[in-house]
Antibody
C-alpha cells in the first residue's frame, strides 16, 4: 500500500522553528516529485512547496518563501519541511503528497500551532 | 497566478440527486485539472485527474468534464457518504492553486 506519514508538528511560539518529516512507503519515492500542502483552521487547501526527484529544483508559495525549506532524503524515503520564523498565520494542518497528475496519495497531516 | 473560482460554495441536495460543481480558471490549464474530496477531519482524496479520468477505487457515480477554463465535477446519484467538501486543483502553472471549496450537505 502506498503510504505517506507526517510527523513533527506541535506548538511553537511566533518566530520559532519546526521541522516536519514525511515518511514514504509502498512506492519508489525517488521517482516522484513531492509536495507540501497546508490547511488553516476552517480554511481551504493551500499549496506551499514542491521538490523534484533529486532535490535540485524547489519552488515555494510567496507566503512561505525565504522562511520554509523543502528537502528530501531518497535513501531514507523521507521528505522534510524546515519552517523558520513561524507566524501565527502559519497555524495549519500540513500534508505531504505525491505529484502524479495532481496529488495522490496524501498523508494524514500534522498540526502546527503557532501561538504565544 | 491562475485563480480557480469554484461554485457553488455550498450545496444542499437529497440522496439520489444529480449534483454539479463547477470550477472556472482565470486562464487555460490544458488538462492539468483534478478534483478532491475531503471529509471532516480527514485528508483530501483524489477523485478525478486529467479533467475526466476516474481515480482507481472511486465510485463511477463521480465524473469530470470540461476544457480550457471551465470544468465540472458531477455526482450522478448522491449518496450519504458523499457528504464532504470538494476542491478543484490546477497544476498547470506555479503557484499551484485550489478552488475555495464546495461544501456538500444532504437535505
Amino acid at each position: 500500500e502506498e503510504q505517506l506519514v507526517e510527523s513533527g508538528g506541535g506548538l511553537v511560539q511566533p518566530g520559532g522553528s519546526l521541522r516536519l518529516s514525511c515518511a514514504a512507503s509502498g512506492f519508489t519515492f525517488a521517482k516522484f516529485w513531492m509536495y507540501w500542502v497546508r490547511q488553516g483552521p476552517g480554511k481551504g487547501l493551500e499549496w506551499i512547496s514542491q521538490i523534484n526527484i533529486d532535490g535540485s529544483d524547489t519552488t515555494y508559495a510567496e507566503s512561505v518563501k525565504g522562511r520554509f525549506t523543502i528537502s528530501r532524503d531518497n535513501a531514507e524515503n523521507t521528505l522534510y519541511l524546515q519552517m523558520n520564523s513561524l507566524r501565527v498565520e502559519d497555524t495549519a494542518v500540513y500534508y505531504c503528497t505525491r505529484g502524479t497528475m495532481g496529488f495522490d496519495p496524501w498523508g494524514q497531516g500534522t498540526l502546527v500551532t503557532v501561538s504565544s | 497566478d491562475i485563480q480557480m473560482t469554484q461554485s457553488p460554495s455550498s450545496l444542499s441536495a437529497s440522496v439520489g440527486d444529480r449534483v454539479t460543481i463547477t470550477c472556472r480558471a482565470s486562464q487555460g490549464v490544458t488538462n492539468d485539472l483534478s478534483w478532491y474530496q475531503q471529509k471532516p477531519g480527514r485528508a483530501p482524496k483524489r477523485l478525478i485527474y486529467a479533467i475526466s479520468s476516474l481515480q482507481s477505487g472511486v465510485p463511477s457515480r463521480f465524473s469530470g468534464s470540461g476544457s480550457g477554463t471551465e470544468f465540472t465535477l458531477t455526482i450522478t446519484s448522491l449518496q450519504r457518504e458523499d457528504i464532504a467538501t470538494y476542491y478543484c486543483l490546477q497544476h498547470h502553472n506555479y503557484p499551484l492553486t485550489f478552488g475555495q471549496g464546495t461544501r456538500l450537505e444532504i437535505k
